[in-house]
């Protein structure tokens, strides 16, 4: 026969929802998140195959079931082998199966207390005891620990920046070619205002390249 507990919110100390979810998951091996998931009423019995072995016909329960009337069922294996067993504690199962915190925390709080009191130390895996079943989605990898998707470039998008890069590349060879010529000619006439040669050289154009419309349009209003 169980040994019965007695407590409330009010008389007792009670775990926070991290410690209760970190017992329930140590305890069972399962990926529990959240207090409400509790109300499919499966974790409660596997305790008490666990407590009690072959009080709960373990085969029979719906390990990640997300339907009510499954719940209720899980409910009603769990209550019987409480009737059996000598637990005086009637399941609030309406409440539960909803899914709502508040009634799955204190139900919770309630069978950590029975849990203690009826635990003796024996070994139990929960795995092999429920046939391997993984319960509870596995912990999500933040997003910072995965590698950003990539889409690799295709062939269109490759040959435009080809072009593009070989334009750059000529831009920049026209105007160093500019600027090299005016060193030169600074050079080789020290002392003298070598402007119209130097505006020559700005405004030449050569094969495939010439200097912007606007810089042209420029020349054109200063010599007016």
Request: aromatic residues 12%.
């Amino acid at each position: 026969m169980a040994v019965n507990v007695y407590s409330t919110n009010a008389t007792a100390e009670n775990l926070s929802r991290h410690d209760i979810l970190k017992w329930v998951n140590d305890s069972l091996e399962t990926n529990y998140s959240k207090i409400e998931e509790l109300c499919s009423g499966a974790a409660y019995c596997q305790f008490m195959d666990l407590l009690f072995p072959d009080s709960i016909p373990l085969r029979k329960i719906k390990f990640n079931t997300k339907l009510e009337y499954e719940y209720i069922t899980n409910f009603k294996f769990l209550q019987a082998s409480f009737t059996r067993l000598g637990v005086d504690k009637v399941i609030p199962v309406e409440r539960l199966v909803k899914g709502k915190f508040q009634d799955n925390f204190e139900f919770v709080q309630w069978f950590k207390k029975f849990f203690d009191a009826n635990y003796s130390g024996q070994e139990y895996d929960p795995l092999s005891s429920r046939s391997g079943q993984a319960v509870g989605a596995p912990a999500k990898t933040t997003a910072f620990n995965k590698p950003p998707k990539t889409t690799p470039p295709t062939r269109a998008e490759i040959s435009q920046l080809t072009i593009e890069k070989e334009g750059l590349e000529k831009e920049r060879d026209f105007y160093f070619g500019k600027l090299r010529d005016i060193e030169v000619l600074c050079q080789e006439n020290e002392g003298v205002s070598p402007i119209d040669k130097i505006m020559e050289i700005l405004y030449a154009t050569e094969d495939g390249f010439a200097p912007p419309e606007d810089a042209a349009e420029e020349e054109e209003q200063e010599e007016y």
